[in-house]
């Protein structure tokens, strides 16, 4: 009964990214649907919300049964028995990386998922990611930016979008690749539900790069439970003064692969060929912008004093020589310029866009 | 013939460093001398040259007879039979840990090597370096700081300091540790002797650290060789964007241990209770004092929220309950009074005795 009226709600699909709906094989996608919604629940006003969501365009349950349902992920014990999918099932069959990392990510780290992103993307990658603030959205925008395939896997219900802001990058993905979900519609977001998805975000993908990670924090259980699905783990690592580098450096030391260039990640996948990938995103070529004009020599001074990790105005005193007011000055400047970035707790960095030291 | 002129040029010693002079065992050091001037090769000059030098205060010819001569050393195949000392030579037998790195490191890399010096001074550990500019010098520096001992080990003949503006450095080596070398007096400084020089810096350590280094470098070198001769390397990771972080990338890559803290790089190092050693260089502490005069019942109650570990804003705020703002104000006078120092990452810790910054 239920059924049918399911059935009626689902209405006609266009298009070809069809998986189960209660117009394909009435009764079936309420079975599947119970099983999303836990073992022995009934929940009838929630399963007519997930068929009148699936009922929009664009949008399917993909099931176990489906030839498209990823073989990588059919795989894994504990996966998943369908997911909701919004965007082209097929592309969830891409060879995959997942990168991930914090959601307070500095302005640096978002580039380099940025950048990291693009490049594989590049290199025929799908770039998988949670759709989080910070690293997460940065992975997102750089294989969108490269033309690349990207796929959100949501800890919420698809017609949810978490964080709010990101609306319009989640349509983007799923015109680009796809948003997948293994949650109910309307399921909020909750910190329980973030390592089951962390799980599925390993479980389609090849690897996982961490990109600024706290010492705890998701993106390292992210990590581990790829490396106990037999994932490539990998991470980047940072100046031993960023507290965002120290989730990464733990990795490191527990054996994931240290990865300072696509080159490393390709190398880590076991990728052939791998060698003749010269761009790499730490030499920052392909997206790299030059700010314009050339540096006075304080300005100049200030870059090197400034190093590579976040430094203090104390310490760019010390180091430069300069009086605090001339630093804080040329800081501002040179921030105009995007050549610095200000960080918590009074730290400055340079930002990646910096050939021009 | 030649040995009687040298034994009347080296003429009495004074002082308890005595090792070979023509004086002591005529003849004797001149046959240690050969062997290091080369074998089969005669030059009376250089050994005059030689004899002269080792007739000046604190000096002497240490040779793999004398019981002073290091036994880790005596333990490498290859190791020099002799070596010019100026010093103290009773000191080369203590545990090292030689601290590598870029002879144009960033300002944020010499502190770096200052501070585990320091630290690592301050656990008993001579610092082992190769008094070059940059990290070598911050090294030797940081350990005297700490009041340690530290050693140079130099590639050119112990009459000339490389780099010259080193004289004063040197010096203060040579009356807080020792200079060594097992090149001939007068021997300039040539590119073919460094892998020489870097081999008995290692030889002499338990473990080398490298900061900073770029891709191919000389501290590369060191850390191979470390590696070969049993020592164990040790490297600082950086920012991916910081060419200097490479080298040391490299190493980690390659296997070394990557180390954030003094604990890492004790734990390489095996010793037996590191865990007890708290304080590291990232979370400072290990130089704690506490200066006297009363405190108000809320600095005591921050300092308490301090502990003896770097904590940001946020973290006092939680733990004492006070205004952000009040915590602040109390945070600046407490580092007026010399209570407390304002760390990178925008973190607080009580002060440490560290000087010369």
Redesign the interface.
């Known amino acids: 009964m239920l059924a049918i009226d399911l059935a009626a709600m689902a209405g006609p699909r266009s298009g070809e990214n069809r998986g189960v709906t209660a117009a394909d094989r009435p009764g079936e996608p309420v079975a599947w649907l119970e099983r999303l919604h836990g073992p022995g629940e009934r929940d009838p006003a929630g399963i007519a919300r997930d068929l009148a969501w699936l009922a929009g365009p664009g949008r399917m349950l993909l099931t176990a049964d489906d030839p498209r349902y990823p073989g990588q992920l059919a795989a894994v014990p504990g996966m998943p028995p369908a997911l909701f999918v919004e965007g082209d099932p097929v592309l969830l069959s891409r060879p995959q990386v997942a990168i991930v990392g914090s959601r307070s990510a500095t302005a ?1 780290g978002r580039e ?1 998922a940025f950048d990291f992103a693009a490049r594989l993307a590049a290199h025929g990658f799908a770039i998988t990611s949670g759709l989080a603030a910070g690293i997460d959205a940065a992975a997102h925008r750089g294989a969108l930016a490269a033309g690349g395939v990207t796929i959100a896997v949501c800890g919420t219900g698809l017609d949810r979008v978490y964080p709010a802001e990101h609306r319009e990058l989640a349509d983007r993905i799923a015109a680009a690749g796809s948003l997948v979900s293994e949650f109910p519609t309307a399921t909020p977001p909750a910190a329980s539900n973030f390592p089951r998805r962390n799980r599925l975000m390993s479980g389609l993908s090849r690897g996982v790069l961490v990109i600024e990670a706290a010492s705890r924090s998701g993106s390292l259980i992210t990590a581990r439970l790829a490396g106990d699905q037999g994932r490539e783990v990998m991470a ?8 965002l ?2 989730g990464c ?1 733990r990795l ?2 527990d054996g994931a ?2 990865v ?2 696509v080159d490393d990640v390709l190398a880590a996948l076991g990728e052939p060929g791998h060698e003749s990938a010269t761009n790499s ?2 030499e ?1 070529g392909l997206f790299a912008k030059i700010p314009g004009g050339p540096l006075d020599s304080d300005a100049e001074m200030l870059l ?2 400034l ?6 105005l ?2 760019l005193v ?2 430069t020589g300069l009086a605090a007011r001339s630093v804080i000055s040329k800081l501002q400047l040179l921030e105009l310029e995007g050549r610095v970035e200000s960080l ?4 400055y960095s ?1 930002t ?1 866009a ?1 050939q021009g030291r």
């Open positions: 640096a380099i980047v690592p940072g100046s031993i003064h960023n507290p580098a120290r450096h490191i030391k692969a240290l300072e260039t995103a730490s920052g090197n004093a190093g590579f990790g976040p430094a203090g104390d310490r010390e180091r918590a707790g009074g730290q340079r990646t910096r």
